[in-house]
């Protein structure tokens, strides 16, 4: 059974970085994609950004230029370094995995900007 472990969320300051990472464990991790997604209080959960591990990548626009996913095929993970985190970025994050076409969740790590 597939599992994905998230680490690496915290307390942060305004302006400051933080980096997740996301693994799969207990294969198979056949992995064709993995993401980030997040959701913050009282809100939906909103996509962060995915990568294929072909390499392509994709952002919301809300992070475009402070975010940068990247991946590791032989590692089966992904990390997230968050760069000029905002107070409006307090949120879970959680890590997706899209392996052989079935989608997998890990539960979730919390990250918290104080202004």
């Known amino acids: 059974q597939v599992q994905l472990g998230e680490s690496g969320g915290g307390l942060v300051q305004a302006g400051g970085s933080l980096r997740p990472s996301c693994v799969c464990f207990?294969?198979?991790?056949?992995?064709?994609?993995m993401g980030w997604y997040r959701q913050a209080p009282g809100k939906q959960g909103e996509l962060v950004a995915t990568i294929t591990f072909g390499g392509n990548t994709n952002y919301a626009d809300y992070v475009k230029g402070r975010f940068t996913i990247s991946g590791d095929n032989a590692k089966n993970t992904a990390s997230l370094q968050m760069n000029s985190l905002k107070p409006e970025g307090t949120a879970v994050y959680y890590c997706?995995?899209?392996?052989?076409?079935?989608?997998?969740w890990g539960k979730g790590t919390l990250v918290t900007v104080s202004s």
């Open positions: 997706n995995a899209d392996i052989l076409g079935n989608n997998f």
């Open positions: 207990k294969s198979p991790c056949n992995i064709n994609a």
